[in-house]
Every structure is written in structure tokens, then in C-alpha cells.
């Protein structure tokens, strides 16, 4: 949707959707009926992504998966299949009209990232909401989706100046400033995975280099960020404790300290917010087509078909960067802030309050604790997914979460956008 078009679109939505209040319900827990849910996903627990390149840079060799390397593991599988039963049972309780059984056609809608991983995670996603009914995923026959890839693909173009400032400012100002605060997760991360005389990657200088509207940070961080998840993920696996970090990570506790580099690399690089912008506008363009279909609000056109339960299957990276744009911050369980574990969503709700009329809804990210994810947990009222909603001075609290206005939420999404970035290729083709 335009920007020059949002005021007049808000101002239909008003007429319409304000309807004269229905009459009271004797449940309270009744006055909000849920209309719609667009789930934006992480793909389930993988294999490490480079087995040869960790054994490298460790002088160690790191335990083998039964798949193959970055492909989704069948524990991986099983977590999602366990979060989806548990997740639709839960949308269907709140009033979603799917109904039981198999959905209609056209009720569902699910579309992957292109690699094994998110269309396995997409797969495992429907057999866990709807087991038995043979719902399959689209996905693009191209290496890359811009819908996902939209800043490897270079579709635009960063302001560089105003990507260092923000880097730097993460940073605490300087290369120096952030390796004497990092030191001590170094030291840490060395004296748990690193043979001696290996790892010397961790002995190199903090340096932010750009390279063809590319930011990274030399030094520790990529290939320290890359173990730390590796070590998250071979715990969120089940590998025995001897395994996970060579034995140095037995708890949850333990998991999250190896994850400090991890966790600095999203804050300082991918959350940057004039990264996420451009690289995240064609995927909230999407997310914010699927939330108002159906309402006055609705793009005049959209790639994607009218459906009841949209589901999108990407990466961490698609995740961060919405979170970005919306401001959206959280801390579960005893994950780094932010963080965004395998299988874990960024869920829009779309609920109807049928007192009034108002369109709502409500924003929250849940996932799988560490140790959900290793004893592949079962989920029910007493046992759920971690889970934080969004907020600001325009939404309410609520019995059933956090509930913002839809005019106002999709402002929001308008206006975390860039301009002027197109896709090469049709999206959902």
C-alpha cells in the first residue's frame, strides 16, 4: 500500500469497521473472536552449516548430525510438529473459523524460503496443524526468494553513512570499546570449544568493514556468532551433554553464555535499523497485505491469495529484521535478548471485538525454550510456548494479550518501510 493512500484507506476503515456496538456477551472471554493469523516462522533445529569449517577453526572435530549439514534434523521436525498442534489448537479455541479436521481450500496459505530447512520446517508446520491432509507449501524454484533474500540479492541500497553511525553507536562508539566489553565471552567461548593453539580468529582485531553496500564485523564475531548457535543448536538437538560444546555446556544456563557472540552479531549488524529497512520491506509489505485482507484496508492488489491462516517460513535474519522496523523487543526465558530460536514466530492475530466492531490485534513472538526444544516438549494450557507481545501507547491490555487497533498497527508497518525497492521476479512464484 502506498503511503498517499493510507489516509484515505484509514479513513474508510473508521466508517466501516467502527460498527454500532453488538449487544454484551455473558462471557467476557467472548468479546474478541479471532478473523485471521499471519505466523512469519524460523525453521526448525538444523545441522551446523559447515562441519569442515568449524573443525578448522577449532583444531577440533565437532560431532556429525544424521543429516546432512544445514538441512532440518527429524528432532527438528518433530519440535515443529509438536509447536503447530499446539499453536492451531489455540487459534481455534480464540474463534478461528478454520473449523476441525481438513481446512477448505483456499483456507491455508504456506509459503517457504527456498532451502531444505524452511521448506521441511513449512512441511512439518502443516502436518502438525493438519494431520493427514496432505497440505504441501510453495516455494520459489529460484536459488533465492526476495521475499527472503531481499539483501543478498542486493535490491537496494543502504545509506552507508547511516549504517556505520548506527554500527558504531552499538558498538559503544569504537573497535576498541566493543572488544575490551566482549572479552570475557571470548575468553569463554576459547576455553570451550577451542583445541590449543587453534581459534585464531578470536585473537584478531574488532574491525567493521563495508564492502558493496555490505557490512560485517571482522574479527571474533562471524565465525564466534556461527559456534554460539552451533552449540544452541546441538543442545536444542539432544546431543548427548558430552557433545554440546565438547561437554562445557550442560543446562540451558551454560547454552546461553556460549551464545554472548551470537547474540552481538543481530544487535550490532543484522538489527541495525537502516540494514533491517532495506532488507526487510518487501517481507512487511507481504505480512501487512496478508493482515488486512479482507478489510478496507486491503492493498487494491497482492501477490498472495486470500486465506484464514498464512504462513510464512523463513530465517532468523527475516525474523530480525521485522523486529527491527516494529521496535519490537523481547526477553525469554534464558535466551539473549531478542533472540529468535529455531521454530520461533513473529504471530499477527487479527481479532474482531464483537462488542464494538473494532478490527485488533495483537503482535507476539513466541518460541521453544532450550529445554523444550531437547526433551521435544508437549504443550498444552499448563505447559505453553514462551511468548511476548508487542506494545506501545496505542494498544491495550487485555484478557487474551495485547490488543493494538489495525489502522494503527499497519501505520506502523508503513512507516518502518523503505521506498522504491521492487522485486525482480513475481513473489509466490
Known amino acids: 500500500m502506498k503511503k498517499s493512500t493510507l489516509k484515505a484507506a484509514l479513513t474508510a476503515f473508521c466508517a466501516l469497521w467502527w460498527l454500532p456496538a453488538a449487544p454484551a456477551l455473558a462471557d467476557a472471554d467472548d468479546q474478541y473472536r479471532l478473523e485471521k493469523v499471519v505466523m512469519l516462522s524460523r525453521h526448525g533445529v538444523r545441522a551446523q552449516t559447515n562441519s569442515q569449517k568449524l573443525n578448522q577453526a577449532t583444531g577440533k572435530q565437532w560431532p556429525q548430525w544424521n543429516v546432512q549439514d544445514g538441512h532440518l534434523s527429524g528432532h527438528g521436525y518433530a519440535g515443529i510438529v509438536n509447536q503447530a498442534g499446539y499453536q492451531i489448537t489455540l487459534w481455534r479455541d480464540a474463534g478461528l473459523p478454520l ?21 521441511a520446517t ?42 556505520r553511525q548506527q554500527i558504531l553507536e552499538r558498538m559503544g562508539g569504537s573497535e576498541e570499546a566493543v572488544a575490551k566489553r566482549y572479552q570475557p565471552d571470548v575468553e569463554r567461548l576459547r576455553q570451550a570449544v577451542c583445541a590449543d593453539a587453534a581459534c585464531a580468529f578470536l585473537d584478531e582485531p574488532w574491525r567493521l568493514v563495508e564492502k558493496e553496500d555490505r557490512f560485517s564485523l571482522k574479527g571474533p564475531l ?62 512487511m509489505t ?8 479482507g478489510t478496507p484496508l486491503a492493498p487494491a492488489a497482492t501477490a498472495q491469495p486470500a486465506a484464514l491462516l498464512t504462513l510464512l517460513i523463513g530465517h532468523d535474519t527475516n525474523i530480525a529484521q521485522i523486529q527491527t522496523m516494529l521496535n519490537f523487543k523481547w526477553t525469554l526465558g534464558e535466551y539473549p535478548q531478542n533472540d529468535i ?30 529445554d523444550q526444544w531437547r526433551n521435544l516438549s508437549r504443550f498444552d ?7 511476548a507481545d ?27 518501510m523503505a521506498t522504491g525497492i521492487r522485486a525482480p521476479q513475481a513473489i509466490f512464484h
Open 222 to 283: 562471524s565465525a564466534g556468532a556461527n559456534i554460539g548457535e552451533t552449540i544452541r543448536l546441538q543442545y536444542s538437538e539432544g546431543l548427548p551433554l558430552s557433545q554440546v560444546a565438547f561437554g562445557h555446556a550442560v543446562n540451558a544456563r551454560q547454552v546461553a553464555a556460549l551464545m554472548a557472540l551470537h547474540a552481538a552479531k543481530y544487535d550490532m549488524v543484522s538489527d541495525t535499523p537502516e540494514l533491517a529497512r532495506h532488507g526487510g520491506t518487501l517481507l
Open 341 to 370: 530460536p529455531p521454530g520461533g514466530s513473529l504471530v499477527f492475530e487479527r481479532y474482531r471485538d464483537t462488542r464494538s466492531g473494532e478490527a485488533l490485534v495483537r503482535l507476539s513472538f513466541t518460541a521453544m525454550s532450550l
Open 286 to 293: 507481504q505480512l501487512a497485505a496478508a493482515l488486512t485482507q
Open 99 to 119: 473449523g476441525a479436521g481438513c481446512p477448505s481450500p483456499g483456507q491455508v496459505f504456506a509459503w517457504a524460503s527456498p532451502l531444505q530447512r524452511t521448506r
Open 381 to 387: 494450557a499448563a505447559h505453553p510456548l514462551l511468548s
Open 390 to 416: 508487542y506494545a506501545d501507547d496505542a494498544c491495550r491490555k487485555t484478557a487474551i494479550g495485547t490488543l493494538c487497533p489495525l489502522g494503527h498497527m499497519v501505520q506502523v508497518m508503513e512507516n518502518s
Open 122 to 163: 513449512a512441511q512439518a508446520l502443516l502436518d502438525g496443524m493438519f494431520p493427514g491432509c496432505g497440505l504441501s507449501a510453495g516455494s520459489t524454484v529460484e536459488k533465492q526468494d526476495p521475499l527472503f533474500q531481499s539483501a543478498d540479492m542486493a535490491l537496494s541500497k543502504p545509506n552507508g553513512a547511516l549504517v
